[in-house]
């Protein structure tokens, strides 16, 4: 660590703590001017990039993940509770993969397990958006989906 007085490259810790927001905090002293000094050392965690189908490359946007669940939850019994949580979890999936890009397909694949978790209508709804239903026959089949999940087999 570079003393922030004389720019020396070596300093010796004095004393370690973890602050009140989770940082570490340590006191350090420079071996060549002897002065103090403290840095803290916090965690940083940055949203993967995401990859569009076309090849572009946005930021990850939180406010856009939760207006699209919001559009498809519009009007349907989901406490913000929980909505929370799917949001939580699906931005916890994010950060764990470890990887710096993910396409938006892994995301909306996230997205169709909260909402068929929270809400089968909702997860209807964005199904049909997300897959692009262009018949009945699809929706048929993703409704279908949806029972055979409630329904236990024989």
Not at 12 to 24: F, H, K, N, P, Y
Not at 28 to 57: H, Q, W
Not at 122 to 144: G, H, M, P, T, W
Request: glycine residues 4%; positive net charge.
């Amino acid at each position: 660590m570079k003393c922030p007085f004389c720019q020396h490259d070596d300093s010796q810790v004095l004393d370690t703590r973890v602050s009140e927001d989770g940082a570490i905090r340590r006191r350090r002293r420079c071996a060549s001017c002897d002065k103090r000094f403290t840095t803290y050392e916090r965690i940083e965690l940055s949203m993967p990039i995401l990859v569009k189908k076309n090849g572009s490359r946005t930021e990850f946007a939180s406010a856009k993940l939760r207006s699209s669940l919001m559009l498809a939850l519009r009007k349907r019994p989901v406490p913000a509770e929980a909505i929370d949580k799917a949001l939580a979890t699906i931005e916890e999936t994010l950060l764990t993969s470890g990887r710096r890009e993910v396409e938006t397909g892994f995301v909306g694949e996230l997205v169709m397990q909260e909402l068929k978790r929270l809400d089968k209508i909702a997860y209807i709804r964005f199904a049909s958006v997300y897959k692009n239903f262009e018949d009945l026959a699809e929706f048929q089949d993703a409704i279908a989906e949806v029972g055979q999940e409630r329904k236990p087999r024989p």
